[in-house]
């Protein structure tokens, strides 16, 4: 691990109820440094979760910064992006113009001091830099050095640039979004760039556990569409396993039903049935018990391949029934049941269930809110501590640290 970094952090600000732990007391990733070269969303997302966990980043900008901070709008009452503040707590930034020998030479030497570096720029964009994996490697043989790209960094496919929509377009994903008479469409998140940030993340994890035992670094590749493969789950595999192409179904699901969005008196509401116990007793709380002993329906596959029959005498009965009475009679009967709602409302609800999903990021006069990090543990807290940085924020301290590393006053200790 690094000797020291950049500079000596503090007690985490509160979050929530609840204190966050000290950055220097008991978090995992804590004496981590991370070099962060990656720009818009997979590569913050996973280092800011890192970060989380207690690493090091350094966000490494040019001169304009990174994309996400012109994203506009939203924009938090200061006028800063929300793209850009969701994803860059915890960080400081530097601006570094790899035109410039000096500011190059810098960055460079952040990479050989670096534990871990990521970045998502084209591949071979970075090599004419000197900051490639072959060329950080030979300066620091032990650093886990992370790539994100769209499509891989062989063939025809290291030409592309990876954007989600494209790969949401490419991979299939969008074939399977919306309704079967319509246009096909994009998820409502960049949801391949959220993916291949936590694939990264687990493989960063993986090569770190690994170092310790070998002492050697490793280059751990990620790729949109690679995430993409993975992420669609059994619809890849019904093609790849079963021959079968999927298309889109609207809200239903190739292999259940009912599991899908279902009328009510007002308001639809997600019905989520997925076995024989759970359909028997959505039957019972709508007065129809003998369907769930039909021989029709009797069991899953049954109900998928009838669901035509199916569906108009369970909307029958659902029309009795608003959706929230529906909500509340199905769950508590152990039937999966949730309205369908709007991100403030999910946020609510969320804060109504006590998992506290804002958190203040900083501390006093600085502090913004923040959406909680996804883990929770018994033994720590994720911190909180930096408010997502201004462009630049941390440019001087950062060199001034460098240059004092480079004069031999602080050495990194062998591994």
């Known amino acids: 691990m690094s000797q020291s970094s950049p500079h000596e952090t503090g007690a985490a600000a509160q979050s929530g109820s609840e204190a966050g732990a000290p950055a220097s007391g008991g978090l995992p990733l804590e004496g981590v440094l991370i070099a962060d070269f990656s720009r818009v969303l997979a590569g913050p997302y996973a280092t800011m979760l890192l970060a989380d966990l207690g690493a ?12 996400t901070r012109t994203w506009v709008p939203p924009r938090r009452p200061d006028g800063v992006s929300t793209y850009y503040a969701s994803i860059n707590r915890n960080k400081k930034s530097i601006v570094l113009d790899f035109k410039d020998a000096e500011d190059l030479a810098a960055a460079q030497q952040l990479a050989r001091r670096a534990d871990v570096v990521i970045e998502n720029f084209k591949p071979g964009g970075l090599k004419k830099f000197g900051l490639d994996y072959d060329a950080v490697a030979k300066t620091n043989p032990s650093v886990i050095y992370s790539s994100i790209t769209g499509f891989g960094t062989e063939g025809e496919g290291a030409k592309y640039p990876g954007y989600d929509l494209i790969v949401q377009a490419m991979s299939g994903l969008m074939s399977l979004t919306g309704s079967p008479d319509g246009p096909p469409y994009r998820a409502g998140i960049s949801v391949f760039d959220v993916m291949a940030g936590l694939h990264s993340t687990i493989g960063i994890l993986a090569a770190l556990r690994q170092r ?25 595999h019904a093609y790849v396993g079963g021959g079968t192409t999927p298309m889109r179904m609207g809200n239903a699901h190739p292999s259940l039903y009912p599991y899908e969005a279902m009328p009510t008196a007002d308001d639809d509401v997600i019905i989520a049935a997925g076995n024989n116990t759970q359909f028997s007793r959505l039957c019972t709380v709508l007065g129809i018990p003998e369907i769930a002993q039909d021989e029709r ?19 029958a009965e659902l029309a009795k029934h608003t959706a929230q009475e529906l909500f509340e009679k ?22 109504a269930l006590g998992l506290e999903p804002v958190v203040q990021v900083g501390s006093g006069e600085n502090a913004v809110p923040g959406v909680r990090h996804p883990l929770t543990f018994n033994t720590m ?3 909180y501590e930096l408010a997502p940085p201004e462009l630049g924020e941390h440019t001087e301290e950062i060199k001034a640290w460098l240059k004092q590393a480079e004069s031999g006053h602080d050495e990194r200790t062998q591994r």
């Open 297 to 315: 329906f009797a069991d899953v596959g049954d109900r998928t391949d009838r669901r035509d029959e199916l569906r108009p005498i369970l909307e």
């Open 56 to 67: 090091e980043v350094i966000k490494v900008e040019g001169t304009g910064g990174d994309d």
């Open 212 to 236: 310790d035992h070998t002492g050697d670094g490793t280059h751990v590749q990620a790729s949109l569409m690679a995430s993409a493969m993975s992420g669609l789950v059994n619809q890849t």
């Open 381 to 383: 807290t994720p911190r």
């Open 330 to 351: 199905l769950n508590d009967v152990g039937v999966p049941c949730g309205p369908i709602n709007t991100i403030k409302q999910g946020v609510e609800y969320a804060e």
